[in-house]
């Protein structure tokens, strides 16, 4: 609540305007019947027909200013929701996007999505309804209890007795309530994760015929949210029914007693007993407001703590400082790491790879080789062993210092919507025209970007949905070369290229980086044998380290690769 309520203080003034007017409106309902009851008793029962209709134009004139109190509350109390929900999301997004890997896996994106959305829009409900909860019930209760009691102390006590009984109910309702609306939540993240892996993988899950399955697990989850959120809403709804037969009873207990006391002579008139009454209905519709918002409050407290929990995250300082330049030398001794659960991913890793070496990494499916990337991007810091760049510990440099270092084609390149040079550029805003076509040049991309009719103001799709995956690996590929780094990686970024195209595109960025070191990981032999030195990895350790002949010899891993992709020949 502590996060929230940063984002609460701009609004104070507003907020403090909407509860004076819930208070004027509230002080207006209580004073109706204490008109009605000088209607009755000063009026008909005295037929006093201008007594009757100052108190009805009193009535009305209360009536009306409690309309324009209530319509004024209600449009500030929207726009203070909006802008505040609006603020709540902004900050969301932004520390999402502070967050290490590591932080960002222990919540996950179906969660993140759902934190962002329903828990954000409860919060609307909260703010557009806070002071009405907060001024108008105690106003309704309090203020009711003293009217009553000057009408008549007997009637007044009648209205207490209720109370304890239904705050008892609410306080058993709610304690059942607080789980079912976690667990509700829970399956709506799972909802969320299993809709995502759908469809991304909607072609293997139709190739493998595994539809049905898919199904039942995504029913799964959506009968147990859907249980859960119909036995709160259930458990919720007996409040109303037992709460309004309570209050009936009061009502009937009223119009007995005070029909008995009026019998025995004690001074109670009828205006009294109508106005007994009503203030027992104002009474009840505080209690039952204040029931409500008891067992409205453990959904809220879910929510609030749900949102807490990605505020409380530690997540990296975002700042605009340029990182030292360092040299592209990069050690790593001794080094394993693995995710939060399971088996570590890499174990003892020791690597030395010098300034202007093109050093290659090849391994088959799962063996770690994106998992070290990430490490050398310095995107996990929860590792063993030690890394350096430059000489220089990684745990003592920055990231800044890092990221500014080291440039990376991915394998899956992302692309952005936009023109094709937006999505160029973003290796090098300070870039110029120049620089970021000879960089489309070396990635062999600029003949396609050229022949269409913009130019490099050609639009691009998000995602890249209206160019193929050689051409999406090939804007990445420019974006990469574009940044001046002291290394550059490439995590497998000429899968979906032709060999001759990648022989091509090769050439152009050795004589491009000349000078400077290239870690290029990869599944193709015919990539990594043009290597200075190779490493390669098995089920996260280092199965063998040489040059390309030298591999072949003595590396069994190795020449079973080699064997598979070239056929055996040597």
Same mark, same amino acid.
């Given at each position: 609540?502590?996060?929230? /309520?940063?984002?609460?203080?701009?609004?104070?003034?507003?907020?403090?305007?909407?509860?004076?007017?819930?208070?004027?409106?509230?002080?207006?309902?209580?004073?109706?019947?204490?008109?009605?009851?000088?209607?009755? =008793?000063?009026?008909?029962?005295?037929?006093?027909?201008?007594?009757?209709?100052?108190? +009805?134009?009193?009535?009305?004139?209360?009536?009306?200013?409690?309309? #324009?109190?209530?319509?004024?509350?209600?449009?500030?109390?929207?726009?203070?929701?909006?802008?505040?929900?609006?603020?709540?999301?902004?900050?969301?997004?932004?520390?999402?996007?502070?967050?290490?890997?590591?932080?960002?896996?222990?919540?996950?994106?179906?969660?993140?999505?759902?934190?962002?959305?329903?828990?954000?829009?409860?919060?609307?409900?909260? #703010?557009?309804?806070?002071?009405?909860?907060?001024?108008?019930?105690?106003?309704? *209760?309090?203020?009711?209890? @003293?009217?009553?009691?000057?009408?008549?102390?007997?009637?007044?006590?009648?209205?207490?007795?209720?109370?304890?009984?239904?705050?008892?109910?609410?306080? *058993?309702?709610?304690?059942?309530?607080?789980?079912? /609306?976690?667990?509700?939540?829970?399956?709506?993240?799972?909802?969320?994760?299993?809709?995502?892996?759908?469809?991304?993988?909607?072609?293997?899950?139709?190739?493998?015929?595994?539809?049905?399955?898919?199904?039942?697990?995504?029913?799964?989850?959506?009968?147990?949210?859907?249980?859960?959120?119909?036995?709160?809403? @259930?458990?919720?709804?007996?409040?109303?029914?037992?709460?309004?037969? $309570?209050?009936?009873?009061?009502?009937?207990?009223?119009?007995?007693?005070?029909?008995?006391?009026?019998?025995? %002579?004690?001074?109670?008139?009828?205006?009294?007993?109508? +106005?007994?009454?009503?203030?027992?209905?104002?009474?009840?519709?505080?209690?039952?407001?204040?029931? /409500?918002?008891?067992? /409205?409050?453990?959904?809220?407290? @879910?929510?609030?703590?749900?949102?807490?929990?990605?505020?409380?995250?530690? %997540?990296?300082?975002?700042? =605009?400082?340029?990182?030292?330049?360092?040299?592209?030398?990069?050690?790593?001794?001794?080094?394993?790491?693995?995710?939060?659960?399971?088996?570590?991913?890499?174990?003892?890793?020791?690597?030395?790879?010098?300034?202007?070496?093109? @050093?290659?990494?090849?391994?088959?499916?799962?063996?770690?080789?994106?998992?070290?990337?990430?490490?050398?991007?310095? $995107?996990?810091?929860?590792?063993?062993?030690?890394?350096?760049?430059?000489?220089?510990?990684?745990?003592?440099?920055?990231?800044?210092?890092?990221?500014?270092? *080291?440039?990376?084609?991915?394998?899956?390149?992302?692309?952005?919507?936009?023109?094709?040079?937006?999505?160029?550029?973003?290796?090098?805003?300070?870039?110029?025209?120049?620089?970021?076509?000879? !960089?489309?040049?070396? !990635?062999?991309?600029?003949?396609?970007?050229?022949?269409?009719?913009?130019?490099?103001?050609?639009?691009?799709?998000?995602?890249?949905?209206?160019?193929?995956?050689?051409?999406?690996?090939?804007?990445?590929?420019?974006?990469?070369?574009?940044?001046?780094?002291?290394?550059?990686?490439?995590?497998?970024?000429?899968?979906?290229?032709?060999?001759?195209?990648?022989?091509?595109?090769?050439?152009?960025?050795?004589?491009?980086?000349?000078?400077?070191?290239?870690?290029?990981?990869?599944?193709?032999?015919?990539?990594?044998?043009?290597?200075?030195?190779?490493? #390669?990895?098995?089920?996260?350790?280092?199965?063998?380290?040489?040059?390309?002949?030298?591999?072949?010899? %003595?590396?069994?891993?190795?020449?079973?690769?080699? =064997?598979?992709?070239?056929?055996?020949?040597?």
């Amino acid at each position: 609540m502590k996060h929230l /309520w940063t984002y609460i203080k701009p609004y104070r003034g507003k907020i403090a305007l909407m509860a004076l007017f819930d208070f004027i409106a509230a002080i207006a309902a209580l004073f109706l019947p204490y008109c009605m009851n000088q209607i009755v =008793d000063e009026g008909i029962k005295e037929q006093n027909m201008e007594n009757i209709v100052f108190y +009805a134009v009193l009535m009305t004139a209360l009536a009306l200013f409690s309309i #324009v109190s209530s319509v004024i509350v209600g449009k500030t109390s929207c726009r203070v929701g909006a802008a505040f929900t609006a603020t709540v999301k902004n900050e969301l997004f932004r520390k999402i996007n502070s967050l290490s890997f590591e932080e960002y896996a222990k919540i996950g994106t179906a969660s993140f999505l759902t934190r962002q959305t329903d828990d954000v829009d409860l919060l609307l409900d909260v #703010v557009s309804t806070m002071t009405y909860y907060a001024v108008s019930i105690p106003t309704y *209760l309090i203020g009711g209890s @003293v009217f009553a009691f000057f009408t008549d102390w007997a009637l007044a006590l009648l209205l207490f007795l209720a109370i304890p009984v239904i705050l008892l109910l609410v306080r *058993l309702i709610a304690k059942r309530v607080a789980p079912l /609306w976690d667990e509700s939540d829970r399956m709506m993240d799972r909802q969320n994760a299993i809709v995502r892996e759908r469809l991304s993988g909607i072609r293997v899950i139709r190739a493998f015929n595994k539809e049905e399955e898919e199904h039942g697990r995504i029913a799964s989850a959506t009968k147990r949210m859907s249980e859960s959120i119909i036995k709160a809403n @259930v458990v919720s709804g007996l409040l109303s029914p037992v709460s309004l037969f $309570f209050i009936n009873l009061v009502t009937v207990g009223i119009l007995f007693v005070g029909g008995v006391r009026m019998e025995n %002579g004690i001074p109670l008139s009828a205006g009294g007993v109508v +106005a007994a009454v009503e203030y027992a209905a104002l009474m009840a519709d505080g209690v039952l407001n204040l029931a /409500w918002l008891l067992v /409205w409050l453990p959904q809220l407290n @879910v929510s609030i703590r749900r949102i807490g929990e990605v505020f409380d995250l530690k %997540g990296i300082a975002l700042s =605009d400082a340029k990182g030292k330049t360092l040299k592209g030398s990069i050690a790593l001794s001794d080094v394993s790491f693995g995710y939060a659960e399971g088996k570590p991913v890499l174990r003892h890793i020791d690597m030395d790879i010098e300034e202007g070496q093109i @050093v290659g990494i090849i391994g088959g499916t799962g063996a770690g080789k994106s998992t070290l990337l990430k490490l050398l991007m310095g $995107f996990y810091d929860n590792y063993e062993g030690k890394i350096t760049l430059g000489g220089e510990d990684y745990r003592s440099l920055s990231e800044a210092d890092i990221r500014d270092n *080291l440039s990376i084609a991915l394998q899956k390149s992302m692309i952005f919507e936009g023109t094709a040079k937006s999505n160029i550029t973003m290796g090098s805003y300070d870039a110029t025209e120049e620089e970021m076509k000879r !960089a489309a040049e070396i !990635a062999r991309i600029s003949p396609f970007i050229e022949s269409q009719e913009e130019g490099y103001d050609m639009r691009l799709a998000g995602q890249g949905a209206n160019v193929s995956g050689g051409q999406k690996q090939r804007i990445g590929l420019a974006r990469t070369l574009l940044k001046e780094a002291s290394v550059t990686l490439f995590d497998d970024s000429f899968s979906a290229l032709d060999f001759l195209t990648e022989s091509e595109v090769r050439r152009g960025i050795n004589q491009k980086l000349k000078g400077r070191t290239q870690i290029v990981v990869t599944q193709r032999v015919a990539t990594a044998m043009h290597c200075d030195k190779i490493y #390669v990895l098995n089920d996260g350790q280092i199965a063998g380290c040489g040059t390309h002949e030298a591999l072949l010899l %003595g590396c069994p891993v190795y020449r079973e690769i080699y =064997d598979s992709q070239m056929g055996g020949a040597r």
